[in-house]
């Protein structure tokens, strides 16, 4: 695994964060903020493009892409594998997923082109842009010339992605996936268009507790390198974990408001499809975006899945450390629950007050908890309905 958010510029880093329950929110610092009603964000802070790229490569990569391929060097480097070496790159995928895509090139230039009626935009600007850049990026800096795409579900972006890459991998179309999600979407724009909906918070996130105002914006990325668990075993891989299942579904009924019977049918499946009962699982990473409507959702959803053993369940959300990623949100989590599994413990739900009666489960509020975890489901939610969810167990 990789990573780059709020909290680090490596997954350990962020994970190390995670863990003592840090909360990366905070001011925003890289634009001014007089126009914002919001002026918090989870942002990378004290991140230098040119001490991870060349200024020539530079004109050719969007902050989302950079933030993708930062996390990709890092999950390719653990992997130990050289994509280049006897055919692999022909026989890996990569699918990355973005809510957005290249949204700080396309708000600068909009900003030339309308608010300095200059009729010439950069020449790069449709390369920086697009949805599928940053898998592009991957792919030809590592070789990787397997099926290769972008998936855009919003904010099940990446959870989406990876659940089709592992497919791919136990289907046998492919033998290894390196995939993820990427998001880097903190402009005077985006801030906006959130505030105009108004489900974001200007204190902080505080998911499942009655004093939660919403949702903070996040960016960064997360990428893994899937490949088929004997194959790593032959091969003296380092395990983190073994992607047991996924399960998505559709809501079908408002483009906002979630309903709960779909979004616990896309947990019963991820179930299903890992082979695992509800008494299996110990850590859910929530989606839990601390909006009025998604937690008390959420709550009951898992409740009508795992009946009386939702009691026994640790359940966290921390978007209340790293924000709202978006297309990027289930791979930052997905570090989380991969943290859980690997170390026993639990990342808290931070900036957490008072409970709500109608978010009734164990949230770890403020503080990790040692706890042995068997096996973890990590879920998305995104706008439009569209709910994907992935089951992870421990590596044996």
Same mark, same amino acid.
């Given at each position: 695994?990789?990573?780059?958010?709020?909290?680090?510029?490596?997954?350990?880093?962020?994970?190390?964060?995670?863990?003592?329950?840090?909360?990366?929110?905070?001011?925003?610092?890289?634009?001014?903020?007089?126009?914002?009603?919001?002026?918090?964000?989870?942002?990378?802070?004290?991140?230098?493009?040119?001490?991870?790229?060349?200024?020539?490569?530079?004109?050719?990569?969007?902050?989302?892409?950079?933030?993708?391929?930062?996390?990709?060097?890092?999950?390719?480097?653990?992997?130990?594998?050289?994509?280049?070496?006897?055919?692999?790159?022909?026989?890996?995928?990569?699918?990355?997923?973005?809510?957005?895509?290249?949204?700080?090139?396309?708000?600068?230039?909009?900003?030339?082109?309308?608010?300095?009626?200059?009729?010439?935009?950069?020449?790069?600007?449709?390369?920086?842009?697009?949805?599928?850049?940053?898998?592009?990026?991957?792919?030809?800096?590592?070789?990787?010339?397997?099926?290769? $795409? =972008?998936?855009?579900? +919003?904010? @099940?972006? *990446?959870?989406?992605?990876?659940?089709? !890459?592992?497919?791919? #991998?136990?289907?046998?179309?492919?033998?290894?996936?390196?995939?993820?999600?990427?998001?880097?979407?903190?402009?005077?724009?985006?801030?906006?268009?959130?505030?105009?909906?108004?489900?974001?918070?200007?204190?902080?996130?505080?998911?499942?507790?009655?004093?939660?105002?919403?949702?903070?914006?996040?960016?960064?990325?997360?990428?893994?390198?899937?490949?088929?668990?004997?194959?790593?075993?032959?091969?003296?891989?380092?395990?983190?974990?073994? $992607? =047991?299942?996924?399960? +998505?579904? @559709?809501? *079908?009924?408002?483009?906002?408001?979630? !309903?709960?019977?779909? #979004?616990?049918?896309?947990?019963?499946?991820?179930?299903?499809?890992?082979?695992?009962?509800?008494?299996?699982?110990?850590?859910?990473?929530?989606?839990?975006?601390?909006?009025?409507?998604?937690?008390?959702?959420?709550?009951?959803?898992?409740?009508?899945?795992?009946?009386?053993?939702?009691?026994?369940?640790?359940?966290?959300?921390?978007?209340?450390?790293?924000?709202?990623?978006?297309?990027?949100?289930?791979?930052?989590?997905?570090?989380?629950?991969?943290?859980?599994?690997?170390?026993?413990?639990?990342?808290?739900?931070?900036?957490?007050?008072?409970?709500?009666?109608?978010?009734?489960?164990?949230?770890?509020?403020?503080?990790?908890?040692?706890?042995?975890?068997?096996?973890?489901?990590?879920?998305?939610?995104?706008?439009?309905?569209?709910?994907?969810?992935?089951?992870?167990?421990?590596?044996?």
């Amino acid at each position: 695994m990789g990573a780059i958010t709020t909290l680090g510029h490596t997954a350990q880093a962020t994970w190390q964060e995670m863990r003592e329950g840090r909360s990366g929110i905070g001011p925003i610092t890289s634009m001014p903020t007089d126009i914002l009603l919001v002026k918090i964000a989870a942002e990378v802070r004290g991140y230098d493009p040119a001490a991870h790229f060349d200024v020539k490569r530079l004109p050719l990569l969007d902050r989302v892409s950079q933030f993708a391929l930062v996390a990709a060097r890092e999950a390719i480097a653990q992997s130990g594998l050289d994509f280049r070496a006897d055919g692999r790159g022909a026989r890996t995928a990569c699918i990355v997923g973005s809510g957005i895509g290249g949204e700080n090139t396309h708000t600068e230039q909009s900003r030339r082109f309308y608010g300095e009626n200059n009729p010439r935009v950069h020449p790069l600007t449709i390369l920086r842009v697009m949805a599928n850049a940053p898998a592009c990026h991957i792919g030809i800096e590592f070789g990787l010339t397997g099926p290769a $795409f =972008a998936v855009a579900s +919003a904010c @099940a972006s *990446a959870n989406h992605a990876m659940s089709q !890459a592992f497919d791919m #991998v136990k289907s046998g179309k492919v033998d290894f996936a390196v995939t993820g999600g990427t998001e880097a979407c903190i402009t005077a724009p985006t801030m906006k268009a959130w505030e105009a909906m108004r489900v974001t918070a200007d204190d902080t996130c505080r998911p499942f507790c009655k004093q939660r105002r919403g949702m903070v914006l996040g960016e960064g990325a997360g990428i893994f390198v899937l490949e088929e668990y004997e194959h790593a075993r032959r091969r003296g891989a380092t395990i983190l974990a073994e $992607f =047991a299942g996924s399960g +998505a579904s @559709a809501d *079908a009924v408002d483009m906002v408001f979630p !309903a709960v019977g779909t #979004v616990a049918r896309a947990m019963q499946l991820a179930l299903d499809d890992a082979g695992l009962t509800p008494g299996d699982i110990d850590y859910i990473n929530a989606h839990g975006t601390g909006t009025p409507a998604n937690d008390p959702t959420e709550t009951k959803a898992i409740r009508q899945v795992f009946g009386t053993h939702a009691d026994q369940l640790a359940v966290s959300s921390t978007k209340s450390m790293h924000g709202h990623a978006l297309g990027a949100a289930g791979a930052i989590e997905l570090v989380a629950a991969l943290g859980a599994l690997q170390y026993g413990v639990i990342p808290p739900t931070a900036n957490f007050v008072d409970p709500d009666p109608e978010c009734d489960l164990d949230y770890v509020p403020n503080s990790p908890r040692e706890r042995s975890v068997r096996a973890a489901l990590s879920n998305s939610f995104a706008f439009g309905g569209l709910n994907s969810v992935i089951a992870l167990k421990k590596a044996s």
